[in-house]
């Protein structure tokens, strides 16, 4: 059966074309190549057509390219250094956010503590609430997005530690509060809790729902700290920070989010996400307390608008805390 010179397999014009008096003159490797910078000029899909490779070849024979004028050796390691920027730079851009996936649910939670807890904190807070529970709810509620200053006492394995916490993370994610502190009764109490923050901000699956603007950019840390200086989203720098005693979340610009009717509720007057650039610091009740502050890339140094403590404190240092920040709420 005669073989159509006009479709053939890249196997087939092999063998054909070694078939001839000249011996061997390619390879199945070469072909590949071949057909790879011609592209669809000499066949489509897995089929060659012989005379379009032979007149594509005896045009690259007969037209060479220009020859490249000689680089020295500065104009290599320039080459080189760019490339390497920009592939590094791609490596560290976290790519575009997932989309948010329930923004009702969200926005109901922005202003709802209660709602807030058993939405997206389902595991922790799945027994019914008590009246006094409810009390303490409110009282965080009011404290965060008004502001206010109350005590509350509750038993032991009552929760209040999981309540503090969430009550934390709730302020910075919605934007009611740039800077959060938390203390604990040492400092090494108050590391622990901002683990836990760390980790329900890196591993709950529904914060990451509604909030990746936050939640994407911690997970793209993979558990390493030090990417975060480096850590681009859309080319420009997310200044997120992630240590032992404070995290500061990413500066996003979430993009088209400005546009969108649905969206444009999660953003500030900037572009910027509600939550951008919040911090949540820790200490014990012994440790460095008073003058606490935080310097931000723009320049701006902000105090805390939020001190929870989740130990008993002195009178002396409760007024103290009162007359530095103002808007003090503590669960003893």
């Known amino acids: 059966m005669a073989a159509d010179l006009s479709h053939m397999r890249q196997s087939e014009l092999v063998r054909l074309l070694n078939s001839t008096p000249l011996g061997e003159v390619t390879s199945e490797?070469?072909?590949?190549?071949?057909?790879?910078?011609?592209?669809?000029?000499?066949?489509?899909?897995?089929?060659?057509?012989?005379?379009?490779?032979?007149?594509?070849?005896?045009?690259?024979r007969h037209h060479p390219k220009a020859p490249e004028p000689p680089q020295t050796y500065d104009d290599h390691k320039d080459r080189t250094a760019r490339r390497g920027a920009e592939?590094?730079?791609?490596?560290?851009?976290?790519?575009?956010?997932?989309?948010?996936?329930?923004?009702?649910?969200?926005?109901?939670?922005?202003?709802?503590?209660q709602y807030f807890c058993e939405a997206y904190f389902p595991q922790s807070f799945h027994l019914e609430w008590s009246d006094d529970h409810l009390k303490v709810l409110r009282k965080i509620e009011q404290a965060v997005l008004h502001g206010g200053l109350f005590a509350m006492a509750m038993p032991r394995g009552s929760g209040k530690t999981t309540i503090c916490e969430c009550a934390?993370?709730?302020?910075?994610?919605?934007?009611?509060?740039?800077?959060?502190?938390?203390?604990?009764?040492?400092?090494?109490?108050?590391?622990?809790?901002?683990?836990?923050?760390?980790t329900e901000l890196d591993a709950n699956d529904l914060l990451l729902a509604d909030y990746?603007?936050?939640?994407?950019?911690?997970?793209?840390?993979?558990?390493?700290?030090?990417?975060?200086?480096?850590?681009?989203?859309?080319?420009?720098?997310?200044?997120?920070?992630?240590?032992?005693?404070?995290?500061?979340l990413p500066t996003i610009l979430p993009r088209g989010w400005d546009q969108d009717e649905t969206l444009t509720q999660f953003v500030r007057e900037d572009g910027r996400s509600r939550g951008s650039g919040a911090i949540i610091k820790v200490a014990g009740i012994t440790g460095r307390i008073r003058g606490m502050k935080f310097k931000r890339p723009d320049g701006k140094s902000v105090r805390p608008g939020l001190v929870v403590l989740e130990r008993h404190i002195t009178r002396v240092e409760k007024t103290s805390f009162t007359w530095h920040y103002g808007k003090v709420w503590q669960i003893p």
């Open 87 to 113: 592939l590094s730079a791609k490596g560290r851009d976290i790519g575009d956010l997932p989309a948010v996936a329930d923004p009702q649910r969200r926005l109901k939670a922005a202003t709802d503590f």
């Open 168 to 198: 934390c993370i709730w302020a910075v994610l919605n934007g009611h509060r740039e800077f959060v502190c938390l203390i604990g009764s040492d400092e090494g109490h108050a590391m622990d809790m901002l683990e836990s923050i760390k």
């Open 212 to 248: 990746p603007e936050i939640c994407h950019p911690i997970q793209a840390l993979d558990g390493i700290a030090n990417r975060c200086n480096g850590q681009l989203y859309q080319g420009e720098r997310t200044h997120i920070g992630w240590t032992a005693k404070h995290i500061v």
């Open 29 to 60: 490797r070469q072909v590949y190549r071949d057909r790879e910078r011609a592209g669809l000029r000499i066949g489509e899909k897995n089929r060659v057509n012989l005379f379009k490779y032979a007149a594509w070849l005896a045009w690259e």
